[in-house]
Each structure stands twice: as C-alpha cells, then as structure tokens.
C-alpha cells in the first residue's frame, strides 16, 4: 500500500528558531495538504497545493508558514520564527485527485515541539 | 457559521455488537462527508466516502449513512473487535471543491472483551 512519509517524526526546536518539515507525497497524487493537530484538538486544515501553487489557505496559514515542493518528490512545510503555539503534531496529506473523491492519504505526522 | 459535531463522549461496548457513531452538521449541506480513524499519535486513516445523493455506503463490517434532511451521518462497525479501538473522525470539505477538509472532533470508541 502506498505511504505518505514524513520526517522528521518528531523535532524539538526553540521559540523563535527556522522548522522545515518534510513530506513525500504518493508518486502520482497531485494534490498535496498540510493539517495540524494541537494535543487534544480537532485536526485543522492549513494550506492545500496544486500545479505548484497555493490553491487554499487558513487563518493559520500567516506570513510565518510557507509550502514548496522543491524537486519532483518532497513536499515541505516551513515555519520561519517558531511560536510556543506552533507546537502540535503537523500532518502531510495527498490524493490523487481533488474533491475529495477518493478521501486523503495522510502521513504519520511530525510532533513539533516549541520550548 | 457552519459546524461539524460529533459526540465527544466515549463510547464502550462489547465485542461483537454494532457500534454507532454520530456526525451533525449545521447550515451548509456538503456534497459529501468522509469518515476517518485515527490512532493515538498516528494520522488520520480514510475509511467510506458518502455523497449527498447516497442514503447509504458499505465496505466490509462498516456502513455509512447520510441523511441531508437530518444533516446527519451514522458510521456504523458490526460485529465489533478490540482491534477497531480507536477514535473516528467524520469531515467534510466547506468550499465544496475538495481541498479543505473541515473535520469533526472525533468520537472515541473503545472494544472490550
């Protein structure tokens, strides 16, 4: 069956510090997702992509978050000054066509822990 | 402004009976609503899909049904096991063009021997 990988599966960084969270979507999906999970909350919509470009965003999604897929495979999310509030787990989803169709594939997550 | 609900209580039951799960939304009617598990420290798995024009969806012990009159989805597991312990999530996608699942707070469902 095939995976959404992310790494790392878990980062501790300082307040303030640069994160970059990795994803590497299904091989033939072309719609890629970022969610969030604060312990205990619901899962959050952040950012949706597609044709390389920001096809939805959330109130979350403020100037300090950014998407890029640098090269045919990775998928990445970068928080640029980490916030104490920023800590949650961040999943990567993907799917092979938009709507919804077929449901997403999610990744394991990356526990990101703000100190 | 439009809700996803579900029941934030725990649910117990025995193996082997029918466990069922409760989505309500409010105001906006989706196009579809999407059922999810999710295991603790894990990401959220894709179980059924229904659309609006599905009264009902199966795969294998689950079924799914969706009421637009009620605005209402019911996420049944027959012949329950330990091994569906987990939490379900439903959601559903606000837009109607599928990029930005809205999801639910998820209900707890715990098997026991």
């Known amino acids: 069956e095939p995976e959404v990988t992310q790494t790392p599966s878990h980062q501790v960084t300082q307040m303030g510090q640069e994160v970059i969270l990795r994803c590497v979507p299904i091989?033939?999906?072309?719609?890629f997702y970022w969610y969030r999970q604060i312990l205990g909350q619901k899962v959050e919509f952040l950012v949706s992509?597609?044709?390389?470009?920001?096809?939805?965003k959330s109130e979350i999604f403020d100037d300090q978050f950014s998407v890029e897929r640098p090269d045919g495979s990775n998928f990445t999310l970068k928080i640029r000054s980490t916030k104490l509030e920023d800590s949650a787990m961040y999943f990567c989803?993907?799917?092979?066509?938009?709507?919804?169709?077929?449901?997403?594939?999610f990744g394991s997550g990356t526990r990101l822990t703000v100190v | 402004s439009q809700k996803i609900e579900q029941n934030s209580e725990a649910l117990n039951i025995q193996e082997g009976k029918t466990a069922t799960l409760t989505c309500n939304y409010t105001?906006?009617?989706?196009?579809?609503l999407q059922w999810y598990r999710q295991d603790p420290g894990r990401g959220p798995v894709f179980l059924l899909l229904?659309?609006?024009?599905?009264k009902e969806k199966r795969k294998e012990r689950l079924k799914v049904t969706f009421d637009t009159t009620l605005k209402q989805s019911l996420f049944h597991i027959t012949a329950s096991q330990p091994a569906d312990s987990a939490t379900y999530l439903c959601?559903?996608?606000?837009?109607?063009?599928?990029?930005?699942?809205?999801f639910g707070t998820g209900t707890q469902l715990k098997v026991e021997l």
């Open positions: 989803a993907s799917s092979e066509v938009g709507q919804g169709a077929y449901g997403y594939t």
């Open positions: 091989s033939n999906h072309l719609y």
């Open positions: 992509f597609y044709n390389n470009e920001i096809s939805e």
């Open positions: 105001n906006y009617s989706p196009a579809y």
């Open positions: 229904i659309r609006e024009n599905e």
């Open positions: 959601a559903y996608d606000l837009t109607g063009g599928g990029n930005k699942l809205t």
